[in-house]
């Protein structure tokens, strides 16, 4: 059996997750790291990160409409 866990913060009155831990992996972890990579590959400038999630984003919604 799949073990998964939230991790919750308390923010001005309202619990909000900020990790989901699947089988002991963090995704917050897990993002964190694919981000950085991402930035990396695409020059060490977060510009390229939000180029390459724009990119996804409209392979998703072209996806969606197929």
Known sequence: AERIDEKFMNQEGMYKIV?????GTSM???????FGSIIRQRGGKV?????AL?????KLRQKGKD
């Open 28 to 34: 917050s972890n897990t993002l964190r790291s694919d």
């Open 54 to 58: 724009r990119e996804k984003t409209a």
């Open 19 to 23: 990790d989901v831990v699947v089988e």
């Open 47 to 51: 510009a390229g990160l939000l180029e």
